[in-house]
Every structure is written in structure tokens, then in C-alpha cells.
């Protein structure tokens, strides 16, 4: 590895993991016997208790709020139907007693009033244990599951959010600190200890009586993910944790890691104000080419036939079922058309340079159209020993590249079981990971100060 | 002897009076504590019951009390720390989006393996309005309205998807199977939900329903809840739409104190609110007689303890060993779902029926 450890940054740098717990897209394997239920609270419980017997800071689950589709029909080819992340969350308290629990939920088709006090109940629940991972969504198709249906202009996302954040928190802070009585004292709460929030704003015309006091943890933990210019400002000025998808490539972590303190400098903010956790995939053998081979191996069941065929098939613009994805890739020409948007909000490029390039790619390394579109999919993370990738990851945190990860298992529920048994000891001996719990709070875990509006006015 | 009575018991807060938290043996603070949910939770199973309820609101809940946790966090952290208890939690129909309560109350069925209900109410309050920023949904009629509106598209959505709808098709690469997965296409006079659920069929295939009397459709709900001041009122009320359970407040002598007197106690503190309910101020054996007679024009009763850390203690003690003795009331069989506890079959889905009769 590059240079002693005292020569970096952050020589004394700890590393943080948290757990995604899948529940769509293809990265998620099940064919295979170790692949169990998506939605039996046993597969939850058996997960969260391995991250938990690891010392991890969190335990993270997704939101959905309309089933995928392609081509206009339900997508059938990945995982899908998962719960409700809130209510799963309540429940997995009830089982676990450090861990953190953090939940996607969107500002867009929720109220303050309704979501601010969910996530206050589960952090009650948890005793302070509890995240919101903010995500904003405009998008018409969702909204045909909801009263308002796609109400929201584009460029009002992120202004929706914000106001949404201020009224939560103006909800999470409306209650003193001291606003229970004395003993004996004739009054449930002190009088005047409450304080309602009202607020008129663009988005909102609210007057709420806030029914629930703060958390040991004084707020949820505020993690963000959107990757935009727009998303990472709103992270800077908002969140507590980013989870970003620059953690493959250290030059690239590095760089994301250094645009974001730049960010939060230009707001006032300390530079380890903000916790950089981009999501990854790790996946450990015996032998770097036992880990390669087993990394091939994962990769042929993440990308199906089907799936190869389903990629490809949206960037040549028509269907492609039925022809062989271990085959070369089609002759034709793609169709060039406006995407109908609903897989995904990628950016669009014209579709004649990505069939070049995927050409140029396949011709150059012999690759079939499956093996395309696996080396030109999204880098999935570290593939190693335990003890290169404890290297690895020890390097990251010193450098100041990332402060951890947030894994996501290619198995569900025993994907965890390799980190844990294997690569939480490489690190521990390191000194770049924790030997146990030292704090009880989310919060505490990931060395955060309090939450943003409630510190000393600077 | 008429079948078994179902015990039900209302768990919010500190007691069904208002003043209730003056007599708990808790700090207001200690409200807010998860140990708190699980020690209700906890002894509501051990004492035998079938059923714990939790009430809810937007709104504080009153009589000088500012705070609860939400209902649906409370029943799905109660659901991980017991294993036979019945969980219904009220969720409110008026301004709530059916799809996120569709979601949140199929995923409680999940988490307690099949132990879930809902306790549908509307929120007529214009604060409730006010603090979502929403227009007054007034009336009767519009309550009504946005009420059966959310318990039809709350089920529809619970039967989209088929109980085999994830196929894992290795030969096809499937996952899914899109044919048993369906849009609901829900079109209201309020709004329209498109579907189908995020979240697969929930273990009851749908959870029990329970609602006021008269507030549902009659074949919208599964356990009407009565309200009436004696036992002659619980047999001519309700609507005869699925089972009945009687709403009985209960106030009773402890060792401290005989229960008219707590009860007076409690009154000069806050007054009561009228709520019609059947009700029992007295002793165990008193309330035990009163449970033997309900038995037979009743399925159910929801019990409404007074202040909850004395009373369920004596509910626990002296009642429910009486009643499950006699075989009046019996306890649930674990490994059981709610809805086969009370005598209901698991439904058919109505969309795989629809293709079927189609």
C-alpha cells in the first residue's frame, strides 16, 4: 500500500459499515438455494442480528412505492415486494439494541405531520436509534398510487425536501428538553414546554401540535444519496450521511470525498461534518483468484440471460428476448428514440455511441453480449482476501476517501456472514475498525455532533 | 355454552380516563421508552388476551397528555415481542394515503407472522386538516366516503398480488410472474390509486378489519365494534355485518382501593368524556359475570382498563384465570393467525378468483 499510515490525513480513521437490505434490482441473486425469502420478517431478523454481531453502525432498507415496470408491463426478472420501511424498522427494534435502523422515505407523496412523527416514533422505539434517508421523486407514474397524484415540477424537488426537513425539524424540536414535570408535579408536561409549529412556505401551510419529545440521539440521522451538483449542495447543507456511489475506485472516492468538504465549507459546516458511505458489494475468497472466479460466478447470476437480453434490449431501443445473450451482441443498428423514462432517470445519450462503444468493448476483449453488458455495468465494489481488502479499506479511511461503506449482500439473508466472520477481524486488527459498541445511539456510532439546529449558534 | 368470548384490550397510553397517567406507576417520560410498549405488550399475552388494540391520532391525545407514539410503530415493535398477541392498530382513513397504509399494515401481518388488524377510524377533527395542510374533509357522509374508499383499495391492494406471484424461474430468469400481480386501477370520487402493492400478500391474505359499527360497508368489515350501556343494548346493536364485540370500559377494586373510589378520584382530576359505553365499576367477580353474560349476544369484548398499570394487574390476576376456568373466554393457540383465532377463513384473492370465474 502506498506510504506508512502515518503519513496520511487521518491516521487514526475508523471505518463504519452499514447493511443494505435488498429488495429490487438484479444485484440481488435468487436462484440459488442460499437464496431466501425477500419478505419473511425470519430473513430481517437473521440479517440485522449478523450486522449487529459486527459491530455495524447501521441497517438500511429502501423504498418503493410503485412496482417496476419495462415496456409498460411489471418487471418480472429481479427481486421485488418488500415492506414498508418504517413498520419493519419498529419491529427490528424490538429485536436489537445498538444497531442503527434507517429508513428511505421520500418527501414527495409524505406530510411532515405524518412522517416526521413515524420517524420520531421509531427513533423513540429504538432509543435514538433511528436514520431518514431523504429521497425526492417527481415522477408522475409514481403519483398514480397517491391522492395528489405527480403534482411536483421537476425543479421543485429538492425546494420540496428542504422545506420539508425544516418543518421536521421544527417538528423534532418543539418539544424543551425539560418539558417534563417534577415528580408530583399536577401537570403531565410543563405548561409552555410544547411549542406548535407553523409554517407557510411554497410547499406548505401547516400548523401542527408535535406530539413526541426528542430521542436520546436528539434527532434521526439525516442521510442523503442523490449524486447531482443540486443533490450533493442539498446534502452539504442537510445531511449527516451520504451514501455515494464512489467507492470502487479510490481516485474516484477521493475526488467525490473532496468535492463534498469543499461543499460543506462553502456552508459553514466542519469538514467531518459528513459521513461518506458510498453503497458496494464485497466479496471475499480464500485466494485473490478464488475471489475472482467466485466474483465471475456471482456476476453470471446477477446478469441472467434474461436480464443481459433486458439491458441491452433498452439501449438498442427494442426487444431482444429470445435471441442468446452468450452470444455476440445484435447486428442491427439501435433505435433511436426519447426514452419513456420509466426503468430509471439515467441521463440520455445517443444510443448509436453506447452500441459503438459496447462493440468496440466486445470486439476488442472477445466478450459475448452477456460478458458486455457485466464489464460495462456499474463497478460493484472490492473483490479480495480478507486481508488485501482490509488493506484496502484501511488505506480508504486513512486517506480520507471515504469513512466506510454501506454493503449491499448479494444474498439474502446470509450475505453478510463472510464480512462479519472474515473481514471485520482483518480490520479490527487493523485498528481501523471498533471491537464493540462504545456509544447506544445511531449518531454516536458515526461520531456525529448534534443534530444541525440544535448546536450553539456560531 | 355459546362459543368462546374473544378478549380484546385497549392499550394506549397510561388508561381510558383521561387522568389515567395521575395513577401510573411511570413518569411521563417513561411514556416514551420502548420498554414501556413491550412491558403492556407483554402482559396483555401473558394474561391470555387475543387481542391488544392502540389507539391513535395526528393530535395529542388529551386530558392534559401531549404525546404518543404512533400506533402502527407501537403494534409492529409489540409484534417482535410477543408471539401469540392479536395487534391492531387504529389508522385513520380521512386524509391517510391508502397506499402507504395498504403498505404499513401489510407489512405489521408480516412482522407478526399473521397476528395483524386494523381499527378503522376518520379523523373529523379541522386540526388534523390543518396540520397537513389539507382542506377540511367535513360531514358525515365525507367520512363515511373517505373511510370505506381506503378499506376498499386497502384490500384490493392486499389481494394485487397473488400468493404465488414470485415464481423464481430459472429457466425463464423470472422472478416475478406478471400475471398474478394486478393493477387495482382504484378510481374514487377523490382520487385514484393504480397499484399494485409494493408489499406481497400479506400472510392473512387480509388482515382483520375491524370498525365502529355502521362506519363500513357491511361487507367491508370483519368485527363490528358496539357501543351500548348494558348488555340488552349489545344485542340489539350493530349492523350484524360480521363478528360483534362490545366496547366495555372497566374500572376495578384493588387492593388499595375499592374501584368507585379510584374511579371518583380520577373524575376530580378530569372529567370523562361520554362515550355510552357498557361499563364496570367493581370487583373482579363482578366483571367476570357481566363477561359470562355478554358471551352469549357477543364474540368479542374490547376491554378499556381505567389506568392500565393497576387494572390490567387485576384483569390478569382475578378475571381472565375466571373466565378461561369456566371456559367462558380461551387463551389463543400459538402458531395461530388472527383471523383463525376468531373463526375466519383465510380469503380467496379476488383478482386469481376473478380469472378463475372469468
Do not use: C
Not at chain 1, 476517501?401 to 456472514?417: I, Q
Not at chain 2, 376491554?303 to 390490567?312: A, F, G, N, T
Amino acid at each position: 500500500m502506498t506510504g506508512s499510515t502515518a503519513d496520511l490525513p487521518r491516521p487514526d480513521a475508523q471505518l463504519h459499515l452499514g447493511v443494505f437490505f435488498q429488495g429490487v434490482n438484479h444485484w440481488t441473486i435468487w436462484s440459488e438455494p442460499e437464496s431466501g425469502s425477500q419478505i419473511d420478517f425470519a430473513s430481517f431478523r437473521r440479517m440485522i442480528t449478523t450486522a449487529e454481531r459486527g459491530l455495524f453502525d447501521a441497517f438500511f432498507l429502501g423504498e418503493g412505492l410503485r412496482l417496476r415496470e419495462s415496456g409498460g408491463q411489471i418487471h418480472e426478472l429481479d427481486v421485488a415486494g418488500r415492506p414498508d420501511a418504517i413498520t419493519q424498522l419498529a419491529a427490528l427494534a424490538a429485536l436489537t439494541t445498538r444497531i442503527g435502523l434507517v429508513a428511505t422515505q421520500n418527501t414527495t407523496f409524505n406530510e411532515p405531520a405524518d412522517l416526521a412523527r413515524r420517524l420520531s416514533g421509531l427513533d423513540l422505539l429504538s432509543a435514538g436509534r433511528a436514520g431518514w434517508n431523504v429521497v425526492t421523486t417527481d415522477n408522475a407514474w409514481t403519483g398514480e398510487n397517491f391522492r395528489r397524484g405527480g403534482f411536483l415540477d421537476h425543479a421543485d424537488r429538492y425546494l420540496r425536501a428542504e422545506q420539508f426537513l425544516d418543518v421536521a425539524r421544527a417538528m423534532w424540536d418543539s418539544w424543551s428538553g425539560d418539558w417534563a414535570g417534577t415528580a408530583g408535579s399536577s401537570a403531565w408536561a410543563r405548561p409552555g414546554s410544547i411549542t406548535p409549529v407553523r409554517a407557510t412556505t411554497a410547499q406548505f401551510d401547516v400548523d401542527i401540535a408535535p406530539t413526541l419529545p426528542r430521542s436520546p440521539q436528539g434527532h434521526p440521522v439525516i442521510f442523503q444519496a442523490g449524486d447531482s451538483g443540486e443533490g450533493r449542495d442539498f446534502a452539504a447543507r442537510n445531511a449527516e450521511v451520504i451514501f455515494s456511489a464512489h467507492g470502487s475506485d479510490f481516485d474516484d472516492a477521493l475526488a467525490f470525498a473532496t468535492d463534498m468538504r469543499a461543499r460543506l465549507r462553502a456552508v459553514g459546516r466542519p469538514e467531518d461534518d459528513l459521513k461518506i458511505l458510498p453503497g458496494t458489494e464485497i466479496i471475499i475468497g480464500d485466494t485473490e483468484e478464488e475471489a475472482e472466479e467466485k466474483a465471475r460466478w456471482i456476476r453470471m447470476r446477477q446478469v441472467t440471460q434474461a436480464t443481459a437480453l433486458a439491458i441491452a434490449g433498452q439501449v438498442w431501443g427494442f426487444d431482444l428476448a429470445g435471441r442468446d445473450a452468450d452470444g455476440p451482441l445484435p447486428a442491427e443498428d439501435p433505435v433511436v428514440a426519447e426514452p419513456t423514462g420509466t426503468m430509471g432517470t439515467r441521463r440520455w445519450t445517443d444510443p448509436r455511441t453506447i452500441v459503438q462503444r459496447w462493440r468496440d468493448v466486445a470486439e476488442a476483449e472477445k466478450l459475448t453480449l452477456r460478458e458486455t453488458v457485466i464489464r460495462l455495468g456499474p463497478q460493484r465494489g472490492h473483490v479480495g482476501t480478507p486481508s488485501g481488502l482490509a488493506d484496502k479499506f484501511a488505506h480508504f479511511a486513512r486517506a480520507g476517501a471515504l469513512d466506510g461503506f454501506n454493503v449491499s449482500p448479494y444474498f439474502t439473508p446470509d450475505g453478510l456472514d463472510d464480512i462479519v466472520d472474515r473481514l471485520v477481524p482483518e480490520l479490527q486488527e487493523r485498528g481501523v475498525y471498533r471491537t464493540a459498541y462504545t456509544g447506544t445511539t445511531l449518531r454516536e456510532h458515526l461520531g456525529l455532533r448534534e443534530p444541525l439546529t440544535r448546536r450553539p449558534s456560531v | 355454552m355459546p362459543p368462546p368470548l374473544h378478549l380484546a384490550v385497549e392499550l394506549d397510553g397510561d388508561g381510558a380516563h383521561p387522568a389515567a397517567w395521575r395513577r401510573s406507576r411511570h413518569t411521563p417520560e417513561q411514556s416514551f421508552v420502548p420498554g414501556r410498549v413491550r412491558q403492556l405488550v407483554q402482559h396483555a399475552e401473558n394474561a391470555g388476551f387475543t387481542l391488544a388494540t392502540f389507539d391513535d391520532s395526528l393530535l395529542p391525545p388529551g386530558g392534559g397528555v401531549a404525546g404518543r407514539i404512533g400506533a402502527v410503530e407501537r403494534a409492529a415493535f409489540a409484534a417482535a415481542s410477543t408471539s401469540v398477541l392479536g395487534l391492531a392498530p387504529v389508522v385513520a382513513t380521512t386524509y391517510t394515503e391508502p397506499f402507504h397504509v395498504a403498505s404499513q399494515l401489510a407489512s405489521l401481518d408480516f412482522v407478526s407472522t399473521g397476528r395483524a388488524g386494523w381499527l378503522v377510524v376518520t379523523s373529523p377533527e379541522p386540526a388534523v386538516a390543518a396540520a397537513l395542510g389539507r382542506p377540511v374533509v367535513g360531514g358525515e357522509a365525507a367520512l363515511r366516503r373517505e373511510a370505506r374508499d381506503a378499506v376498499l383499495v386497502n384490500r384490493d391492494l392486499w389481494d394485487s398480488w397473488e400468493d404465488d406471484a414470485a415464481i423464481r424461474d430459472v429457466a425463464t430468469g423470472r422472478y416475478l410472474d406478471r400475471t398474478k400481480l394486478h393493477y387495482v386501477d382504484f378510481v374514487g370520487e377523490t382520487y385514484s390509486v393504480k397499484g399494485p402493492a409494493i408489499v406481497p400478500r400479506p400472510p392473512q391474505g387480509q388482515l382483520v378489519v375491524f370498525a365502529p359499527a355502521g362506519l363500513l360497508p357491511t361487507d367491508q368489515v370483519d368485527v363490528e365494534l358496539v357501543t351500548a350501556a348494558d348488555v340488552a343494548g349489545v344485542a340489539a346493536a350493530g349492523t350484524g355485518a360480521g363478528l360483534r364485540f362490545a366496547e366495555v370500559e372497566v374500572a376495578l377494586d384493588t387492593a388499595a382501593a375499592a374501584a368507585p373510589d379510584r374511579l371518583g378520584a380520577l373524575d376530580a382530576h378530569a372529567g370523562r368524556p361520554a362515550t355510552g359505553r357498557l361499563r364496570h365499576v367493581g370487583s373482579a367477580a363482578g366483571l367476570v359475570a357481566l363477561l359470562t353474560e355478554l358471551a352469549r349476544v357477543a364474540d368479542g369484548v374490547r376491554l378499556h382498563p381505567l389506568v392500565l398499570d393497576d387494572d390490567l394487574q387485576e384483569l390478569s390476576a382475578r378475571v381472565l384465570p375466571a373466565l378461561f376456568e369456566a371456559g367462558v373466554a380461551a387463551r389463543p393457540v400459538a402458531g395461530s393467525t388472527l383471523r383463525s383465532t376468531f373463526g375466519l377463513p383465510r380469503p380467496q384473492n379476488r383478482f386469481a378468483a376473478e380469472e378463475v370465474s372469468a
